[in-house]
């Protein structure tokens, strides 16, 4: 009698507590939507110069570096990391330039025919969807045309691959952006920095910075990144110069329909090659 009594508080103790991590969970994710929403009602500015004439010119991309400002370095913002070096690579690392109306740092470069944009987001990571939202207003830029780079959990050091589209799979940055853009169409390229070791937590894990053995992988993967990125804007290029024009496509049926184009790749892969994305 008295192992079912106290079995039956220990069971409506853990039920209370379960209800009450699950309401601080649920009104934290409220309280991030109202965040964005306040600070997308900001006045917006018409475009000028170079940036008004991507709207009328060509085809145009947005590749996003998800992250914390002021945290470069760390797992959690290994996508910046992979932005700088997209930059490096295109020539034009000197020329970041602020940009109050998108909240971010951005370059404006070109891959073949396709105007390519990069952003990084001057706001904290569970806001980032805030800034990459203004800059697809302000450059004119559809959902599916944006390309986000952001670390993955679920991965291990030294993989990345492409997803096209779909849920945030627990990831903050990219669930503040499916929620300013109101769309999960955009692909991503996952950048694998592996779960924690021992008793080390998540927050602790993504916020710390790569040891000097994972920095060498880290370079490798950086090369590899740049690699495919430039594969899928070249790709995607080719493709609307060989196909008549259509109507944008959107959600969660873009990302079926180009589901059989995922990549994935590691140090000992090459960075092309196909991989059935578990999403």
């Keep these: 009698m008295i192992k079912i009594t106290i079995l039956s508080n220990?069971?409506?103790?853990?039920s209370h507590f379960l209800k009450k991590l699950l309401n601080f969970i649920t009104m934290r994710r409220v309280l991030t939507r109202v965040i964005n929403r306040v600070l997308l009602s900001e006045p917006f500015t018409p475009v000028m110069g170079i940036e008004a004439e991507l709207h009328t010119e060509g085809s145009r991309k947005l590749v996003v570096g998800l992250g914390n400002p002021g945290m470069e370095g760390t797992r959690h913002s290994v996508g910046m990391a992979v932005l700088g070096a997209l930059a490096t690579r295109l020539g034009v690392a000197d020329r970041w330039?602020?940009?109050?109306?998108?909240?971010?740092?951005?370059?404006?470069?070109?891959?073949?025919?396709?105007?390519?944009?990069?952003?990084?987001?001057?706001?904290?990571?569970?806001?980032?969807?805030?800034?990459?939202?203004?800059?697809?207003?302000?450059?004119?830029?559809?959902?599916?045309?944006?390309?986000?780079?952001?670390?993955?959990?679920?991965?291990?050091?030294?993989?990345?691959?492409?997803?096209?589209g779909g849920s945030a799979r627990g990831h903050n940055g990219v669930r503040s952006c499916v929620d300013c853009l109101q769309t999960d169409v955009m692909p991503r390229l996952r950048v694998g920095i592996g779960r924690p070791m021992g008793k080390m937590s998540v927050e602790r894990h993504v916020l710390s910075r790569f040891s000097s053995e994972e920095q060498k992988v880290l370079d490798s993967i950086l090369v590899q990144s740049v690699d495919l990125l430039l594969s899928q804007l070249s790709q995607e290029?080719?493709?609307?110069?060989?196909q008549a024009p259509t109507s944008p496509a959107g959600g969660r049926r873009a990302a079926q329909k180009r589901k059989e184009r995922e990549r994935s790749a590691s140090p000992a892969q090459d960075s092309t090659a196909a991989e059935a994305q578990n999403s």
């Design 10 to 14: 220990f069971y409506r103790c853990l």
């Design 97 to 164: 330039r602020g940009d109050k109306h998108v909240s971010g740092e951005v370059i404006v470069s070109e891959v073949q025919h396709t105007h390519v944009v990069l952003l990084r987001p001057k706001l904290l990571m569970n806001v980032n969807g805030v800034s990459v939202a203004k800059a697809a207003g302000k450059y004119g830029i559809k959902p599916e045309d944006i390309l986000l780079v952001h670390d993955e959990l679920d991965k291990p050091l030294g993989k990345i691959a492409i997803k096209h």
């Design 237 to 242: 290029d080719s493709e609307q110069n060989c």
